[in-house]
């Protein structure tokens, strides 16, 4: 229940981050763009191009993990392309304010693509979780072949099986130094096969 109350309100954290700095990031992205000659739809549409290639990228590469699988080069590209565009366009956003304007438009940025990227992060361990897990409970549990016996019941079973083989049956002696038993209980644990 911990690991579950954990990994929730980890998610619920991260979501919460990157919601906020995806709605900044994207003000300065379509400021960028529009001051820059762009109206209408395509002022609009341009950040989330840049966002959506990053979203698209991190499912790729998420994809592949969850298959055992190596992410594909153009999911690696296409994830760094993103990030370098996303964080880019806010830091030339805030560039006409100096270091600190361009380091401050910078922040919802890359808070957005570290939030992203934990929340692949979390996905990705839960389901190496839930695969271990699932893994434990369709292990077959090894069956017993031989029951345990005691050391009495050892003696008990082979001075038998002696007595139905080829010469003489086993000696007393023979049993307890096999089994480690004192001979006085061999001779009472054998006698009792002599009264059966």
Do not use: C
């Not at 099986?161 to 001979?183: M, V």
Request: proline residues 6%; positive net charge.
């Amino acid at each position: 229940m911990t690991d579950r109350l954990i990994r929730i309100t980890t998610a619920l954290a991260v979501v919460a981050v990157a919601a906020v700095a995806a709605v900044i990031s994207y003000r300065h992205a379509y400021e960028l763009v529009h001051s820059n000659g762009e109206t209408g739809p395509t002022a609009r549409l341009v950040p989330f191009t840049v966002d959506g290639l990053i979203w698209a990228a991190s499912m790729v590469m998420l994809d592949a993990s969850r298959r055992k699988q190596p992410a594909p080069p153009l999911a690696k590209w296409s994830l760094a392309v993103g990030i370098v565009a996303t964080v880019g366009a806010n830091v030339a956003h805030g560039a006409s304010h100096g270091v600190i304007g361009a380091a401050v438009s910078a922040w919802p940025a890359l808070a957005l693509v570290g939030s992203f990227e934990l929340l692949m992060t979390l996905t990705r361990a839960a389901a190496h979780s839930d695969h271990v897990q699932d893994e434990q409970r369709t292990e077959p549990v090894p069956s017993r072949t031989k029951t345990e016996q005691t050391p009495e019941q050892a003696v008990l079973d082979e001075y038998r099986a002696s007595l139905n083989g080829p010469g003489r049956p086993l000696s007393q002696r023979y049993l307890a130094e096999k089994h480690g038993i004192d001979r006085r209980r061999v001779k009472q644990i054998v006698s009792t096969v002599a009264q059966l």
